[in-house]
């Protein structure tokens, strides 16, 4: 691991990252790379593999020490390594966004389209599916993704273009709900 650094004012903090991973072997090893390639000193780590986020992912949370440009690029080194990076420091998904798609969301592959949402700026925070005729005909899931500050445009823009490429309906908020 790289040693911790001080900044030009000489302040190491603690810092708190949440984290979504796939269940799989050497996920969470995976995980810690960028944080040791990137001088933070690791604190603590929560990995509670009986619990799933909505996306049937497990949560992990780290406690780190750096400085705050260290900090910055361990961050910036998860997400450029395909971590769903859920909240990192003082950084909080403060705004929320409910959305429904109806359609053949099944057979369009719901994992990929939940994935293909989750982004820098949003992070599906619950789904309710249903499909009261089953899998093979169309069904409806209420989105709530959890937007950072100001970025509720730029994660609706997303969802649009996802609706639009798998041919799903959308419903959007109405212009000042949801704020």
Do not use: W
């Not at 996920?27 to 009986?50: C, K, M, Q, Y």
């Not at 949560?59 to 961050?75: G, H, K, Q």
């Amino acid at each position: 691991m790289v040693a911790v650094s001080e900044s030009a004012d000489g302040t190491v903090s603690a810092y708190t990252v949440r984290l979504e991973l796939v269940d799989e072997p050497g996920e969470l090893l995976r995980t810690l790379e960028p944080i040791a390639d990137n001088g933070g000193n690791l604190l603590s780590i929560f990995h509670e593999r009986g619990s799933l986020t909505p996306r049937g992912h497990i949560p992990v949370e780290v406690d780190l020490e750096a400085t705050p440009e260290r900090f910055e690029s361990i961050v910036t080194a998860l997400r450029e390594a395909g971590v769903n990076v859920i909240q990192a420091g003082a950084e909080r998904y403060g705004e929320e966004l409910s959305v429904v798609l109806v359609g053949d969301l099944v057979e369009t592959d719901l994992s990929d389209t939940l994935s293909r949402l989750e982004c820098a700026s949003a992070s599906v925070a619950d789904i309710a599916l249903s499909a009261p005729d089953g899998t093979d005909e169309p069904a409806s899931a209420r989105l709530r993704l959890a937007t950072q500050t100001g970025e509720r445009d730029r994660a609706l823009d997303t969802v649009r273009d996802v609706a639009d490429e798998k041919d799903l309906l959308l419903v959007e908020p109405l212009v000042g709900a949801d704020r």
